[in-house]
């Protein structure tokens, strides 16, 4: 089993940052891809963005690209967004998640641990 703990989320005014973390258990962290999704109230969960298991790959919601830049630190057993340039339609709670395959995957289906998830809240 693996446990989540993100961390990072608040309020900001647009055109803001923030950087959210995601702290993961386990040994074999360093094998598994990670993905960060968001979801509003009434919506489904959407994809942001997933990195494979060395950093190596990297794909972004078209929606985020050039503005979020995700990246691992696999000796600290954690996952980092960096978020730039927010907008307000980037308010939504913002869970990180973890694939034991260790290819990076757009599809929440494909994920098999979630955190709780961390509130940002972008005002205009």
């Known amino acids: 089993q693996v446990q989540l703990v993100e961390s990072g989320g608040g309020l900001v005014q647009a055109g803001g940052s923030l950087r959210l973390s995601c702290a993961a258990s386990?040994?074999?962290?360093?094998?598994?891809?990670m993905g960060w999704f968001r979801q509003e109230p009434g919506k489904e969960r959407e994809f942001v963005a997933t990195i494979n298991w060395s950093g190596s790959s990297t794909y972004y919601a078209d929606s985020v690209k050039g503005r979020f830049t995700i990246s691992r630190d696999n000796a600290k057993n954690t996952v980092s967004l960096q978020m730039n340039s927010l907008k307000p339609e980037d308010t939504a709670v913002y869970y990180c998640?973890?694939?034991?395959?260790?290819?990076?995957?757009?599809?929440?289906?494909?994920?098999?641990?979630w955190g709780q998830g961390t509130q940002v809240t972008v005002s205009s």
């Open positions: 386990g040994r074999t962290f360093s094998t598994y891809a």
């Open positions: 998640a973890v694939r034991f395959l260790g290819i990076a995957g757009r599809d929440a289906n494909a994920y098999d641990y």
